[in-house]
Structure formats: C-alpha cells, structure tokens
C-alpha cells in the first residue's frame, strides 16, 4: 500500500493552522471494521512520537491543538496553532495491511 | 515507564551478519507484538519485521525476507533482529518499537545505526 503525504514541505507561521494530507493507495478499513491509520511526529535528532491513532485517537499528553480525520483513503492531520515545538517532520502510516508501509513525511517549519 | 534499547549495530560489509537487540522494560513485554522498523534518508520508514507476542509468529517486509530473522527471548524481555547477506542498501537506523495490542505501534527506542560497506 503506497501512502502519499502532502505537502512535503510546509512553512508556517507561528499561532498559524497547518493541515497534511495522506493518501492511500487502498482502502485502509480492516476486516474488524477499524481504520489503522497514524500520525507520527519525529522531532529533529529524536524517534518518531505517536500522536495520533485509529485516525482521529489522540495519545495521551498529546496537545489538543493536533486533530485527525478522515476515512477510506483519504485522511488529514490538522495542527489548529503552530507552536515552535510543532517543527519536525510528520508521517502518515497504516497498519491494516503488512507490510505497513509510511508516508514520504511531511516537513513543519516555522516561517 | 516504557523503554526500549537498541544496541549491536555498526559497520559490517556487504555479505557480512549482524544481530541487533533491543533491551525492554517498563511494561509486560511477553503481551506485545513488537516490530524492527527502519529510516533512511532516501527511502524514509520502512517495517522491517513483526513478531507475535509468544514468538509463535513473524512477518517480513519484502526487501528483507529470507535474509532477516526476528526472534524473541520474553523471559528476558528481549528482543532480536539477526539479519544475514546484508547488502548496502540495507544501511539504516534500526527501531525497536512496540505494538499496543489495539491501536498499533507506539513506542519506538533511540535506533541503532547500522552501516553496510566495504
């Protein structure tokens, strides 16, 4: 399952809404009728952070300000005010169909 | 707290072996599916392999299969990724990473480098 993030690059300003798309190849709905979608955020020099699962389920001590959505194939992740710790690079992933497979990233800088 | 630590990696040559291990605590390891994921610059995030929580069961990504082999050692909550014929484009950082049980994976180790050439 190919997943397309887009865009690759985004500068934002900050107390700005920032949206990444992520688009896969296939539906993403598995057999028991879940979504096994993901939002990660990888912070420069650090792993990546889960944020978000099951589309729209945000991790615990995550900022209320990132929300996800979507459904199908087609998904988003919306930070609704950038603030200077939100700049890393985000990836999309799906874990319905092996081999889970990721985004190319989507790059948040602060303009 | 959850932890994961990686170590084994290094500089190896093409054709040559490696095993990498990843250290747990923090949690009940033997109740979770856990995962070897790798980066690179190039290719970005890739799921390298996946191993049930008993060890009764793996998968592999394509690029790997047949080369690597996940295993897991749960009374040591330990996990193990050998990986043999290594090729140059299997230069990577290496992750541990967890599988929650419902949402999919979620906690990832510092990664370990792993470097392939002559």
């Known amino acids: 399952v190919v997943m397309t993030q887009s865009p690759l690059s985004l500068p934002v300003n900050l107390g700005q809404p920032a949206s990444i798309s992520c688009r896969s190849s296939?539906?993403?709905?598995?057999?028991?009728?879940?979504?096994?979608l993901i939002w990660f955020q990888q912070r420069p020099g650090q792993s990546p952070r889960r944020l978000i699962s099951?589309?729209?389920n945000r991790d615990s001590g995550v900022p209320d300000r990132f929300s996800g959505s979507g459904s199908g194939t087609d998904f988003t992740l919306k930070i609704s005010r950038v603030e200077a710790e939100d700049v890393g690079v985000y990836y999309c992933m799906q874990g319905t169909h092996w081999p889970w497979t990721f985004g190319q990233g989507t790059k948040v800088e602060i303009k | 707290e959850v932890q994961l630590v990686e170590s084994g990696g290094g500089l190896v040559q093409p054709g040559g072996s490696l095993r990498l291990s990843c250290q747990t605590s923090?949690?009940?390891?033997?109740?979770?599916?856990m995962h070897w994921v790798r980066q690179t610059p190039g290719k970005g995030l890739e799921c390298v392999a996946r191993?049930?929580?008993?060890?009764?069961?793996?998968d592999y990504g394509d690029s790997v299969e047949g080369r690597f082999t996940i295993s897991r050692e749960n009374a040591k909550n330990t996990l193990y990724l050998q990986m043999i014929s290594l090729k140059v484009e299997d230069t990577a950082v290496y992750y541990c990473v967890r599988d929650d049980l419902s949402y999919g994976i979620d906690y990832w180790g510092q990664g370990i480098p792993v470097t392939v050439s002559s």
């Open positions: 191993i049930k929580n008993d060890g009764s069961y793996s």
């Open positions: 099951k589309i729209s």
């Open positions: 923090g949690f009940t390891f033997s109740s979770h599916w």
């Open positions: 296939q539906s993403l709905v598995y057999s028991d009728g879940n979504t096994y």
